[in-house]
């Protein structure tokens, strides 16, 4: 299971955003991570897959935050600026077990995150750009 990555530090592009909820962090948050709701505090922390309870994954963070702060993260929609080059087009992308990361296999609890689809904003006949779907 490889790791994603941010293609630049702190900072995801949300090119459409279908459902999206903003909450507080209970722990600094960097852009493009997991997140899940914590049943306690009914802040956002990191989500990871490696037991049910740590997996209810919510959605992707869409910028960078620290603890106490407010932060918006996309359940259902298009996300860019995740490293997913390596994937094919229409590649699941996983929750992986390292608090926060999404991967390109799944976990120990298996997550999809959503899906590699092509961006069209290029110029035609070139090889379109690489998108996250996010579809929880």
């Known amino acids: 299971m490889t790791a994603l990555a941010l293609v630049t530090a702190n900072r995801v592009e949300v090119v459409e955003a279908l459902i999206q909820m903003t909450l507080v962090a209970g722990e600094a948050i960097p852009a493009g991570q997991a997140v899940r709701i914590d049943g306690t505090t009914g802040k956002f922390t990191k989500a990871n897959g490696t037991i049910a309870a740590e997996a209810r994954m919510y959605g992707v963070a869409a910028h960078t935050v ?19 080059s390596a994937l094919a087009y229409d590649a699941a992308v996983y929750l992986g077990d ?39």
Do not use: C, N, Q, Y
């Open 98 to 136: 390292t608090d926060g990361t999404l991967a390109d296999a799944a976990g120990t609890v298996s997550v999809v995150v959503g899906r590699v689809i092509p961006g069209t904003s290029v110029t035609l006949g070139t090889s379109p750009d690489k998108l996250l779907f996010v579809d929880l």
């Open 66 to 84: 620290v603890a106490g702060e407010a932060l918006t993260a996309i359940r259902k929609g298009v996300m860019d600026g995740i490293d997913i």
